[in-house]
């Protein structure tokens, strides 16, 4: 059974870190493309982040450029957004997607075929 599962979310301060994990079973990220969306309250779900596990290319939101960097573990099968100089605007509900693909990248949602359950991610001011 193919699953993605976030974790690394939480409360934190403006200006703090997060790491968010996105670790995939049933599947491995070889030759994938892999993305992280958020959804805020009242909000449409962004597209924050994505990358391709074949040649490790990068696309990232203008919100995000310079603050996040996704990355990825072969060893560990795990996908991970690390998030610095964290804004209140920041606050979503984040979510990890693959698309089984190689040498493809793309942060339009509708393109992911495996999504996880999302992860809580609140920043205070």
């Known amino acids: 059974e193919v699953q993605l599962v976030e974790s690394g979310g939480g409360l934190v301060q403006a200006g703090g870190s997060l790491r968010l994990s996105c670790a995939a079973s049933?599947?491995?990220?070889?030759?994938?493309?892999i993305g992280w969306f958020r959804r805020a309250p009242g909000k449409e779900r962004e597209g924050v982040s994505c990358?391709?596990?074949?040649?490790?290319?990068?696309y990232y939101a203008d919100s995000v450029k310079g603050r996040f960097t996704i990355s990825w573990d072969n060893a560990k099968n795990t996908v991970f957004l690390q998030m610095n100089s964290l804004k209140p605007e920041d606050t979503a509900v984040y979510y990890c997607?693959?698309?089984?693909?190689?040498?493809?990248?793309?942060?339009?949602?509708?393109?992911?075929?495996?999504w996880g359950q999302g992860t809580q991610v609140t920043v205070s001011s």
């Open positions: 990358m391709s596990t074949s040649d490790g290319s990068t």
């Open positions: 997607a693959a698309i089984p693909r190689g040498y493809y990248y793309t942060i339009e949602p509708w393109e992911y075929d495996y």
């Open positions: 049933g599947f491995t990220f070889d030759d994938h493309a």
